[in-house]
T-cell receptor
């Protein structure tokens, strides 16, 4: 059974702080990892994808992957109230394979 | 129109009704997906189509019937649903490849309520 685990939160951070969101996965064959942001009542939208060990930065967002530890994280620098949402972590092991999603972590950024 | 669109956005149906959900993608993708999202549960994959061929069916009850007439359109036909089928139904699309999973892009979803 492939599983992706996330702390459901809520994770509360003040505006301007760094938010750190974590995710672990059970399938060692997983190759592709994705972070989606989902606002309440809306559909998921892609934030970052990462395929290789290490860090990948895009603006205020940094994804980190450690395949040995089966661990993925998302850092959000200079958090804004508009970042308040549920963040979904997903993993997949091939192009035709399914994405396995975690339950998501709710992030609350207070002004 | 761009991206992935879904209609209707909201649907209320009785347990004896038959209805269909429609998804259309304008991204040139060749893989399409149906997901179910219930409260406090992870997104659940229901069906996958690659190049119009169904490649995954995650033990979905037969009261859900998918149809993919071409790479741009995907339907989910619903009949004799149960109240526990009330959820947000999301369509997604991606390029299909034999390598690492291509990014999936989601439509806005259909919020379904079964009475």
């Amino acid at each position: 059974q492939k599983e992706v685990e996330q702390n459901s939160g809520p994770l509360s951070v003040p505006e301007g702080a760094i938010a750190s969101l974590n995710c672990t996965y059970s399938d060692r064959g997983s190759q592709s990892f994705f972070w989606y942001r989902q606002y309440s009542g809306k559909s998921p939208e892609l934030i970052m994808s990462i395929y290789s060990n290490g860090d990948k930065e895009d603006g205020r967002f940094t994804a980190q992957l450690n395949k040995a530890s089966q661990y993925v994280s998302l850092l959000i620098r200079d958090s804004q109230p508009s970042d308040s949402a549920t963040y979904l972590c997903a993993a997949s092991n091939s192009g035709y394979s399914t994405l396995t999603f975690g339950k998501g972590t709710m992030l609350l950024v207070s002004p | 129109e761009t991206g992935v669109t879904q209609t209707p956005r909201h649907l209320v149906m009785g347990m004896t009704n038959k209805k269909s959900l429609k998804c259309e993608q304008h991204l040139g993708h060749n893989a399409m997906y149906w997901y179910k999202q219930s409260a406090k549960k992870p997104l659940e994959l229901m069906f996958v189509y690659n190049f119009k061929e169904q490649t995954e069916n995650n033990s979905v009850p037969s009261r859900f019937s998918p149809e993919c007439p071409n790479s741009s359109h995907l339907f989910l036909h619903l009949h004799t649903l149960q109240p526990e089928d009330s959820a947000l139904y999301l369509c997604a699309s991606s390029h299909a490849s034999g390598g690492p999973q291509e990014t999936q892009y989601f439509g806005p979803g259909t919020r379904l309520l079964v009475l």
